[in-house]
């Protein structure tokens, strides 16, 4: 059984994480689950990355830790807005034990395994350090190919071209039993609840973009593998669009906690009790 906190995409809202540190405290769960898009877009207010992540999130990791006899597991993925440039600071807080960094890899816990990802399919932004083509070296409408835009760290011709989510996926399925599983995943599954982006009418030299933005090969691992949860961000107005922040594809619960508005999205579960699931949005004003 694992009591968890859920939140995604805060993109280095200082005021979200202060009061997302605040629920911990209060709450005390066994894990709290962080789905990528940590990062701030900007560093004028900051000064270093260095210094976000010690002042913002590290420290209050630190203290946490320090005043709780019950350790609370954090669980971290980055995701596509987030330079990858900066994975070794999370790689360092890891080596130090005050979390998980878990990008393609599982880690066990409580009798059940965790496992993260943070690729998504090719996007229409520059950043390309957590792109990976999808099921094929196919790009949708409107979507900037992996071979252009930029990246943060150096990575292998071959693999930027041929390497596809769906292999990254059939090598993770073999880490640990998908039903025993929860999966933190940056992307959404294809053509569900949680992928719709505001698209609608939209085209690119008179071609239809799709709505959908999500990866077929996780919605493809879900449907096939059935893993017991799956976790997911990235298309912060999909909620608003479909009403819908959860969807079950057959015995298997997926949550997004992306959000389009000003306030803290937080989901809480109970891997016991799924279905009673809850998201809460906080405004902070």
């Known amino acids: 059984m694992v009591k968890g906190i859920f939140v995604s995409d805060i993109h280095g809202s200082i005021p979200h994480f202060q009061h997302l540190f605040q629920i911990i405290r209060q709450e005390m769960p066994d894990a709290v689950f962080f789905g990528g898009d940590l990062l701030p877009l900007h560093l004028v207010k900051h000064g270093t990355m260095e210094k976000f992540l010690e002042t913002t999130i590290f420290s209050e990791m630190k203290k946490i830790q320090n005043d709780c006899d019950n350790k609370i597991r954090f669980i971290v993925i980055l995701g596509n807005?987030?330079?990858?440039?900066?994975?070794?600071?999370?790689?360092?807080?890891?080596?130090?034990?005050?979390?998980?960094?878990?990008?393609?890899?599982?880690?066990?816990?409580?009798?059940?395994?965790?496992t993260g990802y943070s690729f998504v399919p090719p996007t229409?932004?520059?950043?390309?350090?957590?792109?990976?083509?999808?099921?094929?070296?196919?790009t949708d409408v409107g979507v900037v190919p992996l071979e252009q835009g930029k990246r943060t760290i150096d990575i292998p011709l071959d693999e930027i071209k041929y390497a596809t989510i769906t292999e990254d996926l059939e090598q993770l399925s073999l880490q640990s039993p998908p039903r025993k599983t929860i999966y933190l995943f940056h992307s959404p599954?294809?053509?569900?609840?949680?992928?719709?982006?505001?698209?609608?009418?939209?085209?690119?030299?008179?071609?239809?973009?799709?709505?959908?933005?999500?990866?077929i090969a996780i919605q493809r691992f879900i449907k096939t593998c059935q893993p017991l949860l799956t976790l997911h961000g990235h298309v912060h107005e999909s909620a608003h669009i479909t009403g819908r922040w959860k969807e079950k594809f057959d015995?298997?619960?997926?949550?997004?906690a992306?959000?389009?508005g000003p306030e803290l999205a937080v989901i809480r579960f109970d891997t016991?009790?799924?279905q009673d699931a809850t998201r809460e949005l906080i405004d902070l004003s």
């Open 81 to 114: 807005d987030d330079p990858r440039m900066y994975e070794h600071l999370f790689l360092f807080a890891e080596k130090v034990g005050l979390l998980d960094y878990i990008n393609q890899k599982t880690i066990s816990y409580k009798k059940m395994f965790i």
């Open 124 to 138: 229409p932004f520059q950043l390309k350090d957590w792109e990976r083509y999808d099921v094929s070296q196919f």
């Open 189 to 215: 599954p294809y053509q569900s609840y949680l992928d719709r982006a505001d698209l609608s009418g939209k085209k690119v030299d008179h071609a239809p973009l799709d709505v959908h933005v999500g990866s």
């Open 251 to 256: 015995r298997t619960y997926s949550f997004s």
């Open 258 to 260: 992306a959000h389009d």
């Open 272 to 274: 016991r009790r799924l």
